[in-house]
């Protein structure tokens, strides 16, 4: 009887040693991998990545974008160039321009489209000349243009002379020189040299 008592007593405390051995497993289970089974992130350790590119937090400090030109009133029109395009002359503002008024019969026009289509190329960024064609047909302006080599200055089509009044320009040809606040600082005549003068001087304001 003694011997099956001591038996019986031996077997409980090897069942209680098992499950003692099997809680301290879990636990160091635990604490090798940092969290608990479905709990948060362990303090301090560093979040699983998502593939997810980072969110930015903040913008390059470069400082504001430059305000766009104010548009004064006497560049507010548009138009079609002798090439089908529409053109804007709000897109001018903030710089000098040239406005050139011609019609394609006109002598005195073919004498100052050589020198146009000289300077117009190298002032084209800091002053830009704008061709008004008028008086005429369609078809003799597009000549003109091509015989005088201008087909890289734009050529605003105005055959119902809208542009020539809104200008009160009653003659060819006619040079109106707008400077960067908006002023009409010259509007009548100018040969090749004087216009060639006045347009570099407007370049380097």
């Given at each position: 009887m003694r011997i099956s008592r001591a038996w019986t007593g031996a077997g409980q405390l090897r069942r209680a040693a098992t499950a003692g051995a099997l809680v301290v497993a879990l636990f160091g289970v635990a604490a090798c991998t940092g969290t608990a089974p479905g709990g948060p992130t362990a303090a301090g350790s560093t979040p699983a990545s998502t593939g997810a590119p980072p969110t930015p937090t903040g913008t390059a400090t470069g400082g504001p974008p430059a305000?766009?030109?104010?548009?004064?009133?006497?560049?507010?029109?548009?138009?079609?160039?002798?090439?089908?395009?529409?053109?804007?002359?709000?897109q001018l503002a903030g710089k000098p321009v040239v406005l050139w008024f011609w019609a394609p019969w006109c002598a005195t026009c073919a004498s100052q489209a050589w020198t146009v289509a000289e300077i117009e190329p190298r002032y084209r960024d800091t002053v830009p000349i704008i061709g008004v064609a008028g008086l005429g047909e369609r078809k003799a302006m597009k000549e003109f243009v091509t015989e005088f080599d201008l087909g890289a200055t734009p050529q605003i089509e105005d055959t119902t002379g809208a542009l020539w009044k809104r200008f009160k320009v009653t003659e060819q040809s006619i040079f109106v020189i707008i400077d960067r606040n908006g002023t009409v600082v010259h509007q009548g005549f100018l040969d090749g040299e004087a216009l060639t003068a006045k347009v570099a001087a407007l370049a380097g304001a």
């Open positions: 305000a766009p030109a104010q548009v004064p009133a006497v560049l507010r029109f548009t138009g079609t160039t002798l090439g089908g395009a529409a053109f804007d002359a709000a």
